[in-house]
């Protein structure tokens, strides 16, 4: 598969990811011209920590096909697919919320509670509302309760 030239380069790789040293663990990297499961594994982990994620899944996808029996391999993969999924999960959600019937009004208080949508009167008071309890988390009023 690669031979065993690699094997240091990889430890002293390893410890510059260990130290967050992600940049230099990355181009180091690139310098290797044998790819093999492992150069995968640590691409995938200095790319992720560098924000390339499209390239850090592809290159942990690849060490797992590579090696599946792997356990680091697989679960460094479970683990971005997870948050992958949990991030889409919210950001669908938030732009649900967004998306609701109240005039693109995304305040957390009007999510998916707004019983009265037909009612112009209800609507309006919904919005008032909305804002004003908004206004307050910021330590404002807009409506004066006495």
Do not use: H, Q
């Not at 690699?6 to 040293?21: A, G, H, Q, T, V």
């Not at 949508?117 to 309890?133: N, P, Q, T, Y």
Request: proline share 1%; with cysteine.
């Amino acid at each position: 598969m690669y031979s065993n030239v690699y094997d240091n380069k990889f430890i002293n790789i390893k410890e510059l990811i260990d130290n967050s040293e992600f940049e230099k663990a990355y181009n180091a990297l690139k310098s290797i011209s044998e790819r093999c499961s492992k150069w995968y594994y640590l691409n995938s982990l200095s790319a992720m920590n560098l924000g390339y994620y499209e390239e850090g899944e592809e290159s942990i996808t690849k060490a797992s096909e590579m090696d599946p029996e792997n356990k680091d391999y697989k679960a460094l993969l479970e683990s971005y697919n997870f948050y992958r999924d949990d991030y889409r999960d919210r950001s669908y959600n938030y732009n649900r919320r967004r998306r609701a019937d109240l005039g693109g009004c995304c305040c957390c208080c009007c999510d998916d509670c707004c019983c009265c949508l037909g009612d112009d009167c209800c609507e309006d008071c919904m919005k008032l509302w909305c804002l004003d309890s908004c206004c307050e988390c910021f330590g404002g009023d807009l409506v004066s309760c006495f």
